[in-house]
C-alpha cells in the first residue's frame, strides 16, 4: 500500500508562489506515475496536473499550464507541484495521487489513481 504525505500548502497573496509537495512510502516509487488534483467544497476533484513514472510525460489542465510546474525526484520519493502566478480560483484542496500502469490519455482521469493522500489546502487572497 502506498502512502502519499502532502506538505506545502498554505496562505498566499494572489501573484504569488507556492510548491507542494507529495511524499511516498513505497520504495517502487518511480514505477508510479504521480498527479495533484484539487477539490473546492461541494465541487468534483478536478484534474491539475500529472507527471509519469520517469518523469519524462507531464500532462497539465488548461487552467494551469504556464503556471504550474510538476516534477518529481525517485531518488526522494517525492513529486513536486510548483505553483506560479497564483489566482484566488486556485484556492482549494490540492491532492497527491498514485497509479501504476496509466496509459497516456488516462493521466488526467482520478478514477487511473489507486493512492492517495490527505490532501493540502491551498488559499490565495485576493
Known amino acids: 500500500q502506498v502512502q502519499l504525505v502532502e506538505s506545502g500548502g498554505g496562505l498566499v497573496q494572489a501573484g504569488g508562489s507556492l510548491r507542494l509537495s507529495c511524499a511516498a512510502s513505497?520504495?517502487?516509487?518511480?514505477?508510479?506515475?504521480m498527479g495533484w488534483f484539487r477539490q473546492v467544497p461541494g465541487e468534483e476533484r478536478e484534474f491539475v496536473a500529472a507527471?509519469?513514472?520517469?518523469?519524462?510525460?507531464?500532462r497539465y489542465s488548461d487552467s494551469v499550464k504556464g503556471r504550474f510546474t510538476i516534477s518529481r525526484d525517485n531518488t526522494k520519493n517525492t513529486a513536486y507541484l510548483q505553483m506560479n502566478s497564483l489566482k484566488s480560483e486556485d484556492s482549494a484542496v490540492y491532492y497527491c495521487?498514485?497509479?501504476?500502469?496509466?496509459?497516456?490519455?488516462?493521466?488526467?482521469?482520478?478514477?487511473?489513481?489507486?493512492?492517495w493522500g490527505q490532501g493540502t489546502q491551498v488559499t490565495v487572497s485576493s
Open positions: 513505497e520504495r517502487t516509487f518511480s514505477r508510479y506515475t
Open positions: 507527471i509519469r513514472s520517469s518523469g519524462g510525460t507531464t
Open positions: 495521487a498514485a497509479g501504476y500502469g496509466i496509459i497516456l490519455s488516462s493521466m488526467a482521469r482520478r478514477d487511473s489513481y489507486d493512492h
